[in-house]
């Protein structure tokens, strides 16, 4: 009873280093979204796949790569990381208009 | 760029009270969903509501979505320290390219 699963679960990086955040969910879920949650911003939206082989900008994209590989994972990427990045970054899935999932984070600093 | 603005923003109560959290925007939203975070997890998802006027409960908590579907509100009666935690509304719109609109949030401390 998995449902959405997020790796790793804490990091910390250096500036200018990269790292990928892996997401998976076994729910059979078509759209795949991710989020960073910084105090008193909310839940602002990087990215999402509406379905497998298509992703869309969100709200700030900026500095963020991701890959849809396959119905199951959605991955996001940071090419060099700055210290602005430091945040709680969520992977939620969801059928096309239904309620969203979340997996419990990623906790990245960067230093 | 839609918008949701939540009030309060912080909430401090003492356990037996009743509460109520506001959600608005000037944007129309096909549906209007509620969530609970509770710290080191991911929010999960309290209610869906889809109808203007609807209005619907669980257990102590009274969820309504405004006639125009721009705003919604979350009662809860007589607040336990279990309903501790972040609350966040979210407005959903789009057809094939669904996404929700977060609102920032209530954190609600319910003290026993």
């Known amino acids: 009873n998995a449902g959405v699963t997020q790796t790793p679960k804490f990091q910390v990086l250096k500036t200018g280093q990269s790292m990928t955040l892996q997401c998976a969910q076994d729910?059979?879920?078509?759209?795949m979204y991710w989020y960073r949650q910084d105090p008193g911003m909310g839940l602002r939206l990087i990215y999402y796949s509406a379905s497998e082989g298509t992703t869309d900008k969100g709200e700030v994209p900026n500095g963020y790569n991701v890959s849809r590989l396959n119905k199951r994972e959605f991955s996001l990427r940071l090419e060099s990381a700055a210290p602005s990045q430091t945040s709680v970054y969520f992977c939620a899935s969801s059928r096309t208009s239904g309620p969203q999932h979340f997996g419990d984070g990623t906790r990245l600093s960067i230093l | 760029t839609q918008l949701l603005e939540q009030s309060p923003q912080f909430l401090s109560i003492q356990e037996g009270e009743n509460l109520t959290v506001y959600c608005n925007s000037s944007?129309?939203?096909?549906?209007l969903q509620w969530y609970r975070q509770e710290p080191g997890e991911g929010p999960v998802l309290l209610v869906t509501?889809?109808?203007?006027?609807e209005v619907k409960k669980l257990k102590r908590l009274t969820f309504q979505f405004g006639d125009a579907r721009k705003d919604s509100s979350l009662h809860i009666t007589a607040a336990q320290p279990g309903d501790t935690g972040l609350y966040l509304c979210?407005?959903?719109?789009?057809?094939?390219?669904?996404?929700?609109?977060f609102g920032k949030g209530t954190l609600l401390t319910v003290n026993p």
């Open positions: 729910m059979n879920h078509n759209s």
């Open positions: 509501v889809v109808t203007g006027g």
């Open positions: 979210a407005g959903g719109s789009g057809g094939s390219n669904y996404k929700l609109t």
């Open positions: 944007s129309v939203f096909s549906s």
